[in-house]
């Protein structure tokens, strides 16, 4: 039976991978920053209680990832733990790039230390890209980085280093650049399920608006059960490097905002407002990723299309509230 470590266990993208591996046979094991308030932070492992084990530990200590890595021996790491919000990083920058840059340092180090065999996926991020598009409209590997947040220049710096260490050190280490991927397990602070879960709300009557930050910005939003099933792909390719996970796809918040409303027989125009503070100071206008590499050689493909996904949320949504 193979062995899993999952930094971030307890988030949205560790709490699929962690049933894709259970269901693979994989013993999984994951990481858990202690929150004071306990019982909101593993909420989306709770039905895999007895399937899985989890320690606390923080990626910005180093003592207590080398007592885990000790302990487990894991036969694969997956470096999910982040700051996750890019709104959220211009505010506190400093955090975000201790945790985000350092903190996979950290990670790097011990696993070099105490289980060099295994092999290492890091979450690269496609806000490493900032506005560099190609003359064809789409984001690759070749793409020039030039992030334009702390989000995104701490990921550059994290992405570095993996292949530094995989270079110098011959460690069996890759950089997964993932474009955006929701699901209903995202937080609500992100916009996707923010317009879904607000859209609901003015649904049944319990808000008359929404307000959001740039309407005209556009990502490649693919389902994060999807692309931790690339993070499973990517980690047991023979040979360790670099891949793209998008859907190839892009659509603006507005067309979000359209989408979701309209599913629900309402005109967006009526309840959505534009708010400054939502806003960033300096605006990612444009993601699209192009991952032919992954689906030609590695036989990856979205089992979502975009509309699922939406259809998904809002049914989750209608449900709980």
């Avoid at 306990?38 to 320690?55: A, D, H, M």
């Avoid at 945790?99 to 105490?114: F, H, P, R, S």
């Avoid at 991952?291 to 809002?314: G, N």
Wanted: net charge positive; with cysteine.
């Amino acid at each position: 039976m193979k062995k899993a470590f999952i930094t971030g266990i307890n988030g949205q993208d560790g709490s699929y991978l962690s049933e894709h591996l259970v269901d693979l046979g994989y013993e999984v094991f994951g990481m858990i920053r202690r929150h004071s308030v306990s019982e909101n932070q593993t909420y989306r492992i709770e039905g895999l209680n007895n399937k899985i084990t989890t320690f606390y530990g923080d990626i910005n200590d180093q003592q207590s990832i080398s007592n885990i890595l000790k302990k487990v021996q894991p036969d694969e790491i997956y470096n999910l733990a982040a700051m996750s919000h890019v709104k959220v990083s211009f505010e506190v920058p400093s955090f975000t790039l201790k945790t985000n840059g350092l903190g996979v340092l950290n990670l790097l180090e011990a696993y070099k230390a105490i289980c060099p065999k295994a092999k290492f996926y890091q979450a690269s991020s496609s806000e490493m890209f900032g506005n560099s598009i190609d003359s064809d409209g789409f984001q690759r590997l070749t793409t020039p980085m030039n992030p334009t947040s702390p989000y995104g220049c701490a990921k550059v710096l994290a992405y570095n280093l993996v292949n530094h260490y995989r270079n110098a050190y011959k460690l069996h280490a890759s950089n997964g650049i993932l474009f955006n991927h929701e699901s209903p397990r995202r937080g609500v602070n992100f916009v996707t399920n923010k317009v879904v879960k607000g859209a609901v709300e003015i649904k049944k009557g319990l808000r008359t608006k929404l307000a959001l930050g740039n309407l005209d910005s556009s990502r490649d939003w693919g389902h994060s059960y999807d692309y931790v099933r690339a993070m499973h792909l990517i980690i047991n390719n023979v040979k360790p490097r670099n891949w793209i996970v998008s859907s190839g796809q892009n659509r603006s918040v507005r067309d979000l905002c359209e989408y979701v409303f309209k599913f629900l027989g309402l005109n967006y125009k009526d309840y959505i407002t534009q708010d400054e503070k939502y806003l960033r100071p300096e605006e990612l206008k444009y993601l699209k990723g192009d991952s032919s590499e992954i689906r030609e050689l590695l036989d990856w493909k979205p089992t979502y299309s975009f509309e699922a996904m939406i259809d998904e949320m809002v049914d989750s949504w209608m449900k709980k509230i």
